[in-house]
T-cell receptor
Framework: AQSVTQLGSHVSVSEGALVLLRCNYSSSVPPYLFWYVQYPNQGLQLLLKYTTGATLVKGINGFEAEFKKSETSFHLTKPSAHMSDAAEYFCAVTDAGGTSYGKLTFGQGTILTVHP | DAGVTQSPTHLIKTRGQQVTLRCSPISGHKSVSWYQQVLGQGPQFIFQYYEKEERGRGNFPDRFSARQFPNYSSELNVNALLLGDSALYLC?????????????FGEGSRLTVL
């Protein structure tokens, strides 16, 4: 079984400040890891993903995340927050064997608020 | 290009009724997945269909069923609605049979059960 824990249901930062959203996962098999973003009244959009290779992955809108196997973590960061980053962010995991057939296991989500 | 489209966008039902939600995947995508997102929680996997066959099922009761049509569109049916079925139902499509995790989501159908 797989699970995802996002630490902090709400994170508030000032515009221009560092964004750090925390994600820890549990998986008995090598994982694929993802961050999705959901803007109000919209579906989810992929920000970035880790499958194999480089553990530091870069995504859209200046976000990046680092896969740390020893810490079972995949934290999302952005050096400088922008007002447009305000949204809900979901960390997700699936198994790397590709047998999960469309099943992602999502965390509870973190709402990011950006103050001017 | 059109993204994943879902209908209806909003609907209200009463307990015990049945509902059908529809999804059209991105052109060329053969896999469709359904997720339930209860307010304040992350999406929960319900079903995945690929080439018209059910390939995965989440921990949902038999009141939930789905199917995929030859044009790869899909329907999700929920019978005997309960108050707890109130949620945003998300459809997602992906192009390949070997799942790499990238899903393309629609904007969802928001179901309210009274």
């Amino acid at each position: 079984a797989q699970s995802v824990t996002q630490l902090g249901s709400h994170v508030s930062v000032s515009e221009g400040a560092l964004v750090l959203l925390r994600c820890n996962y549990s998986s008995s098999v090598p994982p694929y890891l993802f961050w999705y973003v959901q803007y109000p009244n919209q579906g989810l959009q992929l920000l970035l993903k880790y499958t194999t290779g480089a553990t530091l992955v870069k995504g859209i809108n200046g976000f990046e995340a680092e896969f740390k196997k020893s810490e079972t973590s995949f934290h999302l960061t952005k050096p400088s927050a922008h007002m447009s980053d305000a949204a809900e962010y979901f960390c997700a995991v699936t198994d790397a064997g590709g047998t999960s057939y469309g099943k992602l296991t999502f965390g509870q989500g973190t709402i990011l608020t950006v103050h001017p | 290009d059109a993204g994943v489209t879902q209908s209806p966008t909003h609907l209200i039902k009463t307990r015990g009724q049945q509902v059908t939600l529809r999804c059209s995947p991105i052109s060329g995508h053969k896999s469709v997945s359904w997720y339930q997102q209860v307010l304040g929680q992350g999406p929960q996997f319900i079903f995945q269909y690929y080439e018209k066959e059910e390939r995965g099922r989440g921990n949902f009761p038999d009141r939930f069923s789905a199917r995929q049509f030859p044009n790869y569109s899909s329907e999700l049916n929920v019978n005997a609605l309960l108050l707890g079925d109130s949620a945003l139902y998300l459809c997602a499509s992906s192009p390949a049979g070997h799942f790499t995790g990238e899903l393309f989501f629609g904007e969802g159908s928001r179901l309210t059960v009274l």
